[in-house]
């Protein structure tokens, strides 16, 4: 098994796929640390209400000078400055899953596209053992690119936290508990991205197909739930159960707190997650006993 997975990483490794995507996923990262800065000092430090020498009544000045002082004390509580530190040490996660699933449907249809599969399973008979390597294989490159997200993440968010004169929290065990929730992320959509790869053998199919999946699912699937929220089923439960899309499971697994109104908790979204990688690998693995590989 460790050679197998040596072999997938060394295919990956010896293409330019894997740094196509790396740069890919530091770039989109740091867009996103960019914006979750922004937000994360307007959390912190909201803006005084200045109405200069417009002509304001005196009970407009006091409802916003009370809005002021509320926004204010929120700002100054703990679980304010927790939740934008996490954000901006998991920026960059929602197109990193994305790029690490097409990484991972990429490690099973190159061997088609290059029409390496035949000699991989003729290599190696056991197919079981073949699509457990690619898995393994997947999931390690996954924790490469979140790894080096991470340590840029950290760095920048440790910084500019303290131009915001707060400190880093990095000691907070429910900082640490989403950085490593967002490991689990990147690993769990390897695995989704390779059972992909799987089902879907074209190369350009599978990748259109998790990126469309991934993307439109995420707002459509919102969409819908909240079309059924306002208009068939006035229950909050409904709410709670965008959590069944893979896109919103992630969401709510690196978001301290609550993600959306009605949002379940952290573990909720890391065992649905986490569920969806388990079946898409056995699916994967008895699809490919099953199928013709020439």
Not at 12 to 26: A, D, P, S, Y
Request: charged letters at 10%.
């Amino acid at each position: 098994m460790i050679n197998v997975v040596r072999a997938e990483i060394l295919k990956l490794r010896t293409t330019n796929v894997w740094w196509l995507f790396g740069i890919g996923i530091i770039v989109m990262t740091a867009i996103s640390f960019f914006f979750n800065a922004i937000s994360a000092h307007f959390e912190l430090h909201p803006q005084q209400p200045d109405f200069g020498t417009a002509n304001v009544s005196a009970e407009d000045r006091q409802q916003a000078e009370a809005q002021y002082q509320q926004d204010l004390a929120v700002a100054n509580n703990t679980a304010t400055l927790l939740k934008a530190a996490a954000n901006l040490y998991t920026s960059g996660q929602f197109f990193g899953a994305l790029f690490v699933m097409i990484l991972g449907a990429l490690i099973v249809t190159n061997e088609f596209a290059h029409q390496t599969a035949t000699a991989t399973f003729l290599t190696k008979p056991h197919r079981t053992t073949v699509i457990v390597g690619k898995l393994i294989g997947g999931v390690v490159m996954a924790a490469f690119f979140w790894l080096i997200t991470t340590i840029l993440d950290v760095i920048a968010g440790a910084i500019f936290l303290s131009t915001q004169d707060r400190g880093n929290v990095l000691g907070d065990w429910s900082v640490q508990r989403t950085v490593l929730l967002n490991l689990a992320a990147y690993a769990c959509w390897a695995v989704l991205g390779v059972g992909l790869g799987v089902l879907i053998r074209s190369q350009i199919g599978a990748v259109v197909t998790g990126a469309v999946l991934y993307l439109i699912g995420f707002v459509a699937g919102a969409i819908v739930f909240t079309l059924i929220r306002q208009y068939l089923i006035k229950q909050d439960w409904v709410d709670t159960a965008q959590v069944i899309l893979p896109a919103v499971a992630s969401q709510v697994m690196v978001t301290v707190g609550r993600a959306f109104e009605h949002a379940p908790p952290q573990w909720v979204g890391a065992a649905v997650l986490i569920g969806y990688g388990v079946v898409a690998g056995v699916i994967g693995t008895l699809i490919t006993r099953r199928r013709d590989i020439s």
